[in-house]
């Protein structure tokens, strides 16, 4: 899709803040209320803007720790990888899964409150995950760039 300058400016404005109304974000790129909220719709139904999410702040809800784990699976055949997918898009534990190339097959995002917490997730969640052959788990101590939206 090709995406001019108020579009970009529009998706700008609401990677920055997904509260903005309607007219607040017509005002800020230079367009009717109108033409803003037919653009945006455009945009939505394009599927350029996939939904609206709150952002939160995992310390604030007592997940402060991010942990990465890399997931190798006994074998990429195609009802392996199904099984495995099934079960992740499941647990609610998984913020992201994300298919690899490379030396492990799936990286895993998840926020937990601390070790406990992230040896009940690897124990009865991610161990038990069908097909999986080997894990390897990492601790971000900070993120250094959190950056959410995308560079437009």
Excluded at 8 to 29: P, V
Excluded at 35 to 61: K, M, P, S, T
Excluded at 127 to 132: E, Y
């Amino acid at each position: 899709m090709n995406l001019d300058k108020l579009d970009r400016d529009l998706l700008r404005a609401l990677q920055a803040n997904g509260r903005l109304s309607n007219a607040e974000l017509a005002q800020r790129i230079g367009l009717s209320p109108s033409a803003c909220f037919r653009r945006l719709q455009r945009l939505e139904e394009q599927g350029v803007i996939a939904g609206y999410v709150a952002d939160l702040d995992g310390e604030a809800i007592g997940k402060p720790t991010t942990v990465f784990i890399e997931v190798t699976l006994t074998s990429q055949v195609s009802t392996a990888l199904d099984a495995f997918e099934r079960a992740v898009a499941a647990c609610d534990d998984v913020l992201e899964c994300h298919l690899m190339s490379g030396d492990f097959d799936y990286l895993l995002r998840v926020a937990v409150a601390d070790m406990r917490d992230y040896e009940r997730v690897h124990r009865q969640r991610i161990a038990a995950f069908p097909h999986v052959a080997r894990i390897r788990t990492a601790f971000a101590m900070r993120a250094v760039v959190p950056r959410r939206g995308f560079a437009l």
